[in-house]
């Protein structure tokens, strides 16, 4: 099936967006005092937010407009790519848990939260590249 114009344009924007994230988390922080490490990280954070939105919002047109599956949220929408069989359960699992990751940034601020899910942006990094190749 030929990408459409749409589909295209989503998916060059999701992998610069990556992409800027993952230079983002090249950084060594202990580089810098702490007041502009805590800064780096700030937007470290706020890449992962904007990657983890692009991700799921690219990941649903792809699968309407391949499979013909429709879904409204992004926890449905990665339970779609597995059940298409793009993924398997533990990717499955692992999405959902980035868009807990995401959701706890967004709605609640706690420090504990927020270094725990710092600690793991190289994994959902990574993941997201996984997702894009698989879907590109």
């Known amino acids: 099936m030929e990408q459409t ?32 490490s805590d800064l780096i990280r700030n937007g470290q954070i706020q890449k992962f937010e904007y990657c983890s939105e692009l991700l799921w919002k690219t990941v649903k047109t792809a699968l309407e407009e391949k499979n013909g599956f429709v879904a409204t949220a ?23 848990l980035m868009v807990d990751d995401r959701n706890l940034l967004s709605h609640l601020y706690s420090e504990n939260y927020y ?13 997201m590249k996984s997702i894009i190749a698989k879907i590109a």
């Open 115 to 127: 270094e725990k899910i710092h600690k793991r942006l190289p994994e959902h990094l990574n993941l």
């Open 74 to 96: 992004p926890k449905n929408v990665y339970r779609g790519l597995f059940q298409n069989g793009y993924i398997d359960e533990l990717e499955c699992e692992k999405l959902i």
């Open 5 to 36: 114009e749409k589909y295209r344009h989503k998916l060059a924007d999701l992998k610069k967006a990556v992409d800027s994230l993952g230079e983002a988390l090249k950084v060594n922080l202990f580089s810098f005092t702490e007041e502009i």
